[in-house]
């Protein structure tokens, strides 16, 4: 099946400041998902991007699905960003695939 | 709209006890999921329904029954629990977009 790693695992960051998430994935993908997972276990969309590049605010995301990657830019981090980001994919009709996350503490 | 909710929020379970966790969305969706997740690791996909009448295996199937009542619900049965089916449980429906309840934390003694 399809293989999904993130980098960096783990991200240490001082309030204000920027950072970049990877996902990179083995095989052609029809979608691809981020989420972040915040300390009390919820799971919120953050981006449904299987191309291109979108913005929300201080997060964006792109994804160049013929290199078989994806980015997620996070700006001028706050306290509230801190949680674990998830990037998942789906092949064929209905597999979903996760990464196993990269857990992101914005420190004051 | 309430999105996906799920039931009950918290269990404990004896070894060899059974249980069903409730999920049910109000989006219309076609698609609903099963996923499981465990310390450090990202959700592994326990079960999926395409459509209403259908479910297919995901990853981790072993151990688990479903069954989608209709378009709006799907739930999960643990027949016989184990210590190694503890977790957190997460149903998601989507089409395209996932969504995600709350979660089921679950544990096994």
């Known amino acids: 099946g399809i293989q999904v790693e993130q980098s960096p695992p783990d991200l240490i960051l001082q309030e204000g400041a920027n950072s970049t998430l990877r996902c990179n994935f083995s095989d052609s993908v029809n979608n691809l998902q981020w989420f972040h997972q915040n300390p009390w276990g919820q799971l919120i969309n953050l981006f449904y991007?299987?191309?291109g590049t979108k913005q929300n605010g201080r997060l964006s995301a792109t994804t160049v699905a013929t290199e078989r990657y994806s980015l997620l830019y996070i700006s001028s981090s706050q306290t509230t960003d801190s949680g674990v980001y998830f990037c998942?994919?789906?092949?064929?009709?209905?597999?979903?695939?996760f990464g196993i996350g990269t857990k992101l503490q914005v420190i004051p | 709209n309430a999105g996906v909710t799920q039931t009950p929020k918290f269990q404990v379970l004896k070894t060899g006890q059974s249980m069903t966790l409730q999920c049910a969305q109000d989006?219309?969706?076609?698609?609903m999921y099963w996923y499981r997740q465990d310390p450090g690791m990202g959700l592994r996909l326990i079960y999926y329904s395409a459509s209403e009448g259908t479910t297919d295996k995901g990853e981790v199937p072993n151990g688990y029954n479903v069954s989608r009542l209709n378009k709006r619900e799907f739930s999960l049965r643990l027949e016989s629990a184990a210590p190694s089916q503890t977790s957190v449980y997460f149903c998601a429906s989507g089409d395209n977009e996932q969504f995600f309840g709350p979660g089921t934390r679950l544990t096994v003694l």
């Open positions: 998942a994919v789906r092949e064929g009709y209905q597999k979903v695939t």
């Open positions: 991007i299987p191309s």
């Open positions: 989006m219309n969706h076609n698609s």
